[in-house]
């Protein structure tokens, strides 16, 4: 019978809506399982067929889950702010909010398209009031909170407020941004405004003054991955280093549970060594250099204080304010240069960069160990936010520092036996040190730390800076703070007015303060962001409600805030909203959280493997520590798809004409390859008609052909647009079905590595299923599954097929399922194989993989329920044994042919039938026999000799 997988989709898609078949209720009777796919921004491009990848791999999961008897969670949503919608906007007028609504609409048609198993009444849109209102909360939240160090966890504000009032900062354990020092009457004695200061010193939400990424055509701060090579990604435009006020979140206080939460998840090696080295721990020191000829000193952090001996120079960050300080007159024109051209690369560019630059600012520290005068440079490879933004520079250990002394030809000192400083790599953690204090001079109290291992010469300069008060031990992090505070349009509002300058809450109950409208996406005119333009945006406390800008007078009618939040507070936490999305009253019920605890599965892009993620644990952190998530860890288990590259098609035009020339034949003319649209390109053969009526420029080409075709050149790259080669989901369910599609993306290659999109192999996919389809159907198109026992070798077919999908499910390994598929669907036919016994094992096992068709099969057998409650059929070992097993035989270890003996034959058996086999005379003539080995399962191997 025909496969009419049209028909066949359409159908059951419809089905699915009408029954809510996904839809997913809270049941203490069944064990929970939480699988959850990255939302997406929904773009005007819509879905290509790279971005289904990870979604298909969840899905395919998720149905798994509830055929193995869990209640699944599975819900999708949209990240729906952001800086493409505005753009459009600003480009067309069209308001964010209807190409936002239509671009949404777009993507849940493909998404239907393709079958997933969403339940879609959880639905959440990060531009939807009523959900940002919860971000909006937490936010509130944070900033009436500080971080207590000691019972490590957020605490409310009003506590540290009190603790000030009784004890000013004695035995205060609040993170702050400056170490304060106050006793109780001087906070007594501040005004309001002087104490909303120093508390925002330590709100976890806090405005702070911090170095960003600028970009003045677009008129706001964009994030590190919003750049590429100092120009923004969206536009091309200039990006450089900016200092502003912005409103921060103090991730950097919970660093160290960061670090101790990857190691209660179920995360890839790479991935937690990739947030490490992000979070940065490091033991230390702080150390005071005093500077030559001033009252002025200033402090470094450094984890080898024992190298201080070692110093030839010291760097600031350029964006230190010690810059400004110790320049001299003498250099001002050369470090303000330098500071500028520094602005126009972003901290990431930095990092990477190995050219070496610097400038020499005058001035000369001291060395607090030796009194000797070290020259202060500034240079770019040192970031104002991790540590103090001034290092001590040790050449003769460190290559950075290495690379800079040899540039400017400053000195090296070794200080470890058998440094070679030739090396690109000099941080010795082993060795003994030998040339302390540097130059025979007489260090402090006469300190020496010559003969020494080099851990215990750490130890004894950490203790040595601390009793002599010259610092102090410090555990510092590289995890900075979060910029949270965007100046664009499209985003979630701040609910904050502003007192006296100083950042007031709105009420709680007047939640959610929902986006103005504006006239234009443009920053002011006087440079204020895009809300700027907002003629009813002030808050008026009296009536705690949105008025009129004309209306603020500063006594009951304040300013509101006009930056927005960033991106990635929509997504931060998201996952619980999934789990209680139409609750007014609060983010998550406690018991609906109880229930669904976290996510279980988490599928998503290696891209964010810092961002999101780090942002994302550290939000569920904080809520944890106010009973709001009932586990620290969001993501329990973690799984990064690969990139779906693109197979780009080419043809080749003869320079100076208008004539193509076939693949086969390009080397005979001089030609110019030229992208073609792949979707006009079937087998690397081109629809010569097609090309014609693509282009304008094409509709009189001529070509030259090779066997009567023209073949295309090919090539892996990414998928672009501009490349032509990005393949629509859309015309791929159109032409082989929503199943197909499935099937093919998870046979491209394990999940978790990159592949290319090859549209040549998927009609292999397609006529996999069309076998399969037919095993159901005799020749006269008549269902012919039957209830009779099915052969031994049947039997033997699907148990083997049900272990292999079995094990493969719980590593994710779908396409060496789809293998095993084609294989067991192959034995079947040849095995004419129509037994219910079977067949309805296979479209169980087949259902997560192509959900339409075995939801039509499994009509067909006869059941009123959808495939979905079947149950995942087990294997029973008893049909995997075999009944024979084949054997190499050899001669003096020369394999020349084998033998089948009963599986269970004892090693006399075998020897005895390999010797009297009729193939071994040969062999045997002319020879005695020493001895015969078995390996069982393996080989048998005839030991000869004359």
Same mark, same amino acid.
């Given at each position: 019978?025909?496969?009419?997988?049209?028909?066949?989709?359409?159908?059951?898609?419809?089905?699915?809506?009408?029954?809510?078949?996904?839809?997913?209720?809270?049941?203490?009777?069944?064990?929970?399982?939480?699988?959850?796919?990255?939302?997406?921004?929904?773009?005007?491009?819509?879905?290509?067929?790279?971005?289904?990848?990870?979604?298909?791999?969840?899905?395919?999961?998720?149905?798994?889950?509830?055929?193995?008897?869990?209640?699944?969670?599975?819900?999708?949503?949209?990240?729906?702010?952001?800086?493409?919608?505005?753009?459009?906007?600003?480009?067309?007028?069209?308001?964010?909010?209807?190409?936002?609504?239509?671009?949404?609409?777009?993507?849940?048609?493909?998404?239907?398209?393709?079958?997933?198993?969403?339940?879609?009444?959880?639905?959440?849109?990060?531009?939807?009031?009523?959900?940002?209102?919860?971000?909006?909360?937490?936010?509130?939240?944070?900033?009436?909170?500080?971080?207590?160090?000691?019972?490590?966890?957020?605490?409310?504000?009003?506590?540290?407020?009190?603790?000030?009032?009784?004890?000013?900062?004695?035995?205060?354990?609040?993170?702050?941004?400056?170490?304060?020092?106050?006793?109780?009457?001087?906070?007594?004695?501040?005004?309001?405004?002087?104490?909303?200061?120093?508390l925002m010193n330590y709100r976890i939400a806090y405005l702070g003054e911090t170095m960003v990424?600028?970009?003045?055509?677009?008129?706001?701060?964009?994030a590190n991955d919003e750049v590429v090579d100092g120009l923004s990604v969206r536009g091309g435009?200039?990006?450089?280093?900016?200092?502003?006020?912005? &409103?921060?979140?103090?991730?950097?206080?919970?660093?160290?549970?960061?670090?101790?939460?990857?190691?209660?998840?179920?995360?890839?090696?790479?991935?937690?060594?990739?947030?490490?080295? &992000?979070?940065?721990?490091?033991?230390?020191?702080?150390?005071?250099?005093?500077?030559?000829?001033?009252?002025?000193?200033?402090?470094?952090?450094?984890?080898?204080?024992?190298?201080?001996?070692?110093?030839?120079?010291?760097?600031?960050?350029?964006?230190?304010?010690?810059?400004?300080?110790?320049?001299?007159?003498?250099?001002?024109?050369?470090?303000?240069?330098?500071?500028?051209?520094?602005?126009?690369?972003?901290?990431?560019?930095?990092?990477?960069?190995?050219?070496?630059?610097?400038?020499?600012?005058?001035?000369?520290?001291?060395?607090?160990?030796?009194?000797?005068?070290?020259?202060?440079?500034?240079?770019?490879?040192?970031?104002?936010?991790?540590?103090?933004?001034?290092?001590?520079?040790?050449?003769?250990?460190?290559?950075?520092?290495?690379?800079?002394?040899?540039?400017?030809?400053?000195?090296?000192?070794?200080?470890?036996?058998?440094?070679?400083?030739?090396?690109?790599?000099?941080?010795?953690?082993?060795?003994?040190?030998?040339?302390?204090?540097?130059?025979?001079?007489?260090?402090?109290?006469?300190?020496?730390?010559?003969?020494?291992?080099?851990?215990?010469?750490?130890?004894?300069?950490?203790?040595?800076?601390?009793?002599?008060?010259?610092?102090?031990?410090?555990?510092?992090?590289?995890?900075?703070?979060?910029?949270?505070?965007?100046?664009?349009?499209?985003?979630?509002?701040?609910?904050?007015?502003?007192?006296?300058?100083?950042?007031?809450?709105?009420?709680?109950?007047?939640?959610?303060?929902?986006?103005?409208?504006?006239?234009?996406?443009?920053?002011?005119?006087?440079?204020?962001?895009?809300?700027?333009?907002?003629?009813?945006?002030?808050?008026?406390?009296?009536?705690?409600?949105?008025?009129?800008?004309?209306?603020?007078?500063?006594?009951?009618?304040?300013?509101?805030?006009?930056?927005?939040?960033?991106?990635?507070?929509?997504?931060?936490?998201?996952?619980?909203?999934?789990?209680?999305?139409?609750?007014?009253?609060?983010?998550?019920?406690?018991?609906?959280?109880?229930?669904?605890?976290?996510?279980?599965?988490?599928?998503?892009? =290696?891209?964010?493997?810092?961002?999101?993620?780090?942002?994302?644990?550290?939000?569920?952190?904080?809520?944890?520590?106010?009973?709001?998530?009932?586990?620290?860890?969001?993501?329990?288990?973690?799984?990064?798809?690969?990139?779906?590259?693109?197979?780009?098609?080419?043809?080749?035009?003869?320079?100076?004409?208008?004539?193509?020339?076939?693949?086969?034949?390009?080397?005979?003319?001089?030609?110019?390859?030229?992208?073609?649209?792949?979707?006009?390109?079937?087998?690397?053969?081109?629809?010569?008609?097609?090309?014609?009526?693509?282009?304008?420029?094409?509709?009189?080409?001529?070509?030259?052909?090779?066997?009567?075709?023209?073949?295309?050149?090919?090539?892996?790259?990414?998928?672009?647009?501009?490349?032509?080669?990005?393949?629509?989901?859309?015309?791929?369910?159109?032409?082989?079905?929503?199943?197909?599609?499935?099937?093919?993306?998870?046979?491209?290659?394990?999940?978790?590595?990159?592949?290319?999109?090859?549209?040549?192999?998927?009609?292999?996919?397609?006529?996999?299923?069309?076998?399969?389809?037919?095993?159901?159907?005799?020749?006269?198109?008549?269902?012919?599954?039957?209830?009779?026992?099915?052969?031994?070798?049947?039997?033997? =077919?699907?148990?083997?097929?049900?272990?292999?999908?079995?094990?493969?499910?719980?590593?994710?390994?779908?396409?060496?399922?789809?293998?095993?598929?084609?294989?067991?669907?192959?034995?079947?036919?040849?095995?004419?194989? =129509?037994?219910?016994?079977?067949?309805?094992?296979?479209?169980?096992?087949?259902?997560?993989?192509?959900?339409?068709?075995?939801?039509?099969?499994?009509?067909?057998?006869?059941?009123?329920?959808?495939?979905?409650?079947?149950?995942?059929?087990?294997?029973?070992?008893?049909?995997?044994?075999?009944?024979?097993?084949?054997?190499?035989?050899?001669?003096?270890?020369?394999?020349?042919?084998?033998?089948?003996?009963?599986?269970?034959?004892?090693?006399?058996?075998?020897?005895?039938?390999?010797?009297?086999?009729?193939?071994?005379?040969?062999?045997?003539?002319?020879f005695q026999v020493v001895k015969v080995i078995v390996v069982p399962g393996r080989i048998v191997?005839?030991?000869?000799?004359?």
């Amino acid at each position: 019978m025909e496969y009419k997988f049209t028909e066949i989709e359409s159908k059951w898609r419809q089905k699915w809506a009408d029954e809510r078949v996904y839809h997913v209720e809270e049941d203490s009777a069944k064990p929970k399982y939480y699988v959850l796919s990255m939302f997406p921004y929904p773009s005007g491009a819509g879905l290509h067929v790279g971005h289904p990848l990870g979604y298909i791999a969840g899905d395919i999961y998720a149905r798994y889950k509830r055929l193995k008897g869990y209640n699944v969670l599975h819900p999708m949503g949209y990240d729906a702010y952001g800086l493409p919608a505005e753009q459009y906007a600003i480009q067309t007028g069209q308001h964010p909010a209807i190409t936002t609504e239509q671009n949404i609409k777009r993507y849940r048609e493909q998404l239907d398209l393709i079958g997933f198993s969403f339940d879609w009444d959880r639905e959440v849109r990060t531009c939807d009031p009523q959900y940002y209102h919860w971000t909006q909360w937490a936010f509130r939240k944070m900033f009436n909170s500080f971080y207590c160090d000691v019972c490590q966890s957020a605490q409310p504000i009003e506590k540290l407020i009190r603790h000030f009032s009784e004890k000013g900062t004695e035995g205060c354990h609040a993170v702050g941004t400056e170490e304060l020092s106050f006793t109780a009457d001087e906070w007594s004695a501040m005004s309001d405004v002087e104490q909303q200061e120093v508390l925002m010193n330590y709100r976890i939400a806090y405005l702070g003054e911090t170095m960003v990424n600028w970009c003045p055509q677009l008129g706001t701060v964009l994030a590190n991955d919003e750049v590429v090579d100092g120009l923004s990604v969206r536009g091309g435009y200039p990006v450089v280093q900016k200092k502003m006020k912005q &409103w921060c979140l103090r991730i950097s206080a919970y660093a160290q549970r960061l670090l101790d939460g990857l190691d209660t998840i179920e995360w890839s090696d790479s991935l937690k060594e990739t947030q490490r080295n &992000w979070i940065g721990r490091s033991e230390g020191a702080e150390m005071q250099f005093k500077v030559k000829d001033s009252d002025m000193e200033f402090t470094i952090f450094t984890t080898r204080a024992d190298t201080v001996f070692g110093v030839t120079f010291m760097v600031l960050a350029p964006e230190s304010e010690l810059v400004e300080a110790l320049t001299t007159p003498e250099q001002k024109a050369a470090v303000e240069a330098y500071v500028e051209e520094t602005k126009r690369r972003t901290e990431l560019d930095r990092m990477a960069n190995k050219k070496v630059s610097g400038v020499f600012t005058g001035s000369y520290a001291v060395n607090p160990f030796t009194g000797d005068a070290i020259p202060v440079w500034v240079a770019d490879y040192v970031l104002a936010g991790y540590g103090t933004g001034a290092i001590m520079a040790v050449p003769a250990h460190d290559s950075r520092d290495y690379a800079f002394a040899r540039h400017f030809n400053l000195p090296i000192v070794p200080l470890v036996e058998g440094c070679d400083i030739s090396e690109e790599s000099f941080d010795a953690k082993e060795g003994i040190v030998t040339n302390s204090p540097a130059e025979g001079k007489t260090a402090l109290n006469g300190f020496s730390l010559n003969g020494l291992s080099v851990k215990e010469a750490i130890a004894a300069t950490k203790t040595f800076v601390e009793e002599n008060k010259l610092g102090r031990v410090k555990v510092n992090y590289r995890l900075r703070d979060a910029i949270f505070s965007r100046q664009r349009y499209w985003g979630e509002p701040f609910p904050v007015y502003y007192k006296d300058g100083m950042p007031q809450m709105i009420p709680e109950e007047c939640l959610p303060l929902e986006l103005p409208e504006v006239d234009k996406f443009l920053p002011t005119e006087s440079g204020e962001p895009p809300l700027g333009n907002a003629t009813k945006w002030a808050w008026d406390t009296a009536r705690n409600t949105v008025v009129e800008n004309s209306r603020i007078d500063n006594v009951s009618v304040f300013p509101l805030e006009l930056s927005i939040m960033p991106g990635f507070a929509g997504s931060s936490a998201y996952y619980l909203r999934y789990m209680d999305p139409h609750n007014d009253g609060c983010l998550v019920d406690k018991a609906v959280d109880e229930y669904w605890k976290c996510v279980d599965l988490y599928v998503g892009g =290696s891209e964010h493997a810092t961002g999101h993620l780090i942002y994302s644990r550290f939000w569920n952190k904080f809520l944890h520590d106010y009973g709001c998530s009932c586990v620290e860890e969001p993501f329990q288990k973690l799984v990064n798809q690969g990139m779906i590259q693109g197979r780009s098609n080419f043809v080749y035009r003869i320079k100076g004409t208008n004539k193509f020339v076939s693949r086969g034949l390009k080397d005979e003319y001089d030609v110019t390859p030229i992208h073609v649209d792949i979707n006009i390109v079937q087998n690397d053969q081109l629809d010569i008609a097609a090309f014609k009526a693509w282009r304008p420029e094409y509709a009189d080409a001529e070509f030259v052909l090779e066997d009567g075709k023209y073949i295309c050149g090919w090539a892996i790259e990414k998928m672009s647009k501009s490349m032509f080669n990005v393949a629509n989901p859309d015309q791929i369910v159109e032409k082989y079905g929503a199943d197909t599609l499935r099937l093919y993306e998870m046979f491209l290659g394990p999940i978790t590595q990159s592949k290319p999109w090859d549209q040549n192999g998927i009609d292999g996919c397609f006529r996999f299923l069309r076998r399969a389809w037919n095993l159901f159907f005799d020749k006269d198109d008549n269902f012919c599954v039957t209830d009779e026992s099915a052969s031994k070798e049947s039997l033997k =077919s699907i148990h083997k097929l049900i272990k292999k999908v079995s094990d493969d499910m719980e590593e994710m390994s779908y396409n060496t399922s789809v293998a095993a598929f084609m294989i067991a669907v192959n034995e079947l036919s040849q095995q004419k194989c =129509s037994s219910r016994e079977v067949l309805e094992k296979l479209v169980v096992l087949l259902t997560p993989f192509a959900p339409f068709m075995a939801c039509e099969l499994w009509q067909l057998l006869g059941h009123e329920t959808v495939a979905f409650d079947a149950q995942w059929p087990t294997y029973d070992e008893a049909y995997l044994k075999e009944d024979t097993v084949t054997l190499s035989v050899s001669f003096n270890g020369k394999t020349r042919f084998t033998l089948d003996f009963p599986a269970d034959a004892s090693k006399e058996e075998i020897e005895k039938a390999a010797l009297e086999a009729e193939q071994s005379k040969k062999y045997l003539e002319g020879f005695q026999v020493v001895k015969v080995i078995v390996v069982p399962g393996r080989i048998v191997n005839i030991v000869l000799k004359k």
